[in-house]
């Protein structure tokens, strides 16, 4: 029965090959203890009977087909003409829900006009099944040349998130916002594809007036790159984030701002391909040149995006930089490593360390391996990919 003081609010899952996670993760959605909630399920053209699988054990689920795999930008724009709620809740595959992380959610919401997009704490859960007392995120955080950082990511869950906060922007994988913001401010960048796609339409929302806040009342558990981490490598997703966040940058400043931050970007764009190419990881600087050439081909389509995203700003870029940090992510995760490249810890991402020399071939496992967790610090924006240095 649905209450009138209860929001109707849409759930809308991206899927794409993910049968098995909707196998594991959907009772979690279908149990949620809210009483005015539907659920769509957008399929990125999937080749594993996830449809089939959809219409046979969930028939309320409405399903909305995809031609093609459209990514989480377009594709969670997709769910939207099937949504009757006030809120939207965009969710990943990958995610097994708290009954009550709805209620709680909108009920912080509810609580300002001023409040745009909500977010909930994430918790790791393993692909057996364990959940863990590790946060992957509560909320996350942006510097001034658009890189993330998720709040908490790795740390034991002692309680040191769990107060109600401003941040700059929600992942994309538990996205709660107000149909109202959508109306105003427009759904995802579909030439994003995935990447920094939440980061842009969160910054949209800062700049129209709106507050994005993380409630960790609200909890979920998330299986890591479980539909990202298997789709893409190192170099596909290095191109899609710089590409990305380079177009965000373009559209979100104001070109006072632009003057003197595109420089510096550059720079550091630069310094990661020399760094890179001394490493001889020909396809990740490839990557940033595609990156960085497709720009320039779409740079009038981006700055007729930036002419419109400008009219929506009430809060000066001066506002907007106060609620980022004002140094680089990237130049941090740099003076870590060298500050700490003999550890442990540091092997499984540069290799040896007693190898690791610039201009020097290193160990072919550096593309394919990952940080340990003890420098894991860092998220990449979306959808359940953790990419710390977010080559």
Partial sequence: MKRKNKPLCSVIVINYNGKDLLTRFLPSIANLDYENFDVIIVDNASTDSSVKFLKKNYPNFKVAESPQNFGTAEGSNLGIPYANGEYIFWLSNDMELDPLILQSMIETAESSPEIGICTCKMRR??????????????GADVDVFGFPSARGINEPDKGQLDEANDIFFSFGGAMLIKREVINKIGAYDPTFFTLADDIDLCWRAHLAGYRVIVQPEALLYHRVSATL?????????????????????????STSTLAKTIPLYIGILIAEIILFASLRKPRIVNAYIQAALWNIRNFKDTWTRHLKVQQLRIVSDKDIQKMMYNRSFKIKILKEFLKSRHSGSWQAYFGEPAKFKFFLKTPDSLESNQLTQNHVKYKTSTRGENDETKK
């Fill in 229 to 253: 981490g298997t789709t893409f490598g190192r170099s596909k997703k290095r191109y899609l984030s710089e590409k990305n966040t380079f177009r965000m940058l373009l559209k979100n400043y």
């Fill in 125 to 138: 859960i393993t692909a057996q099944g364990e959940k863990l007392n590790v946060i992957d995120s509560v």
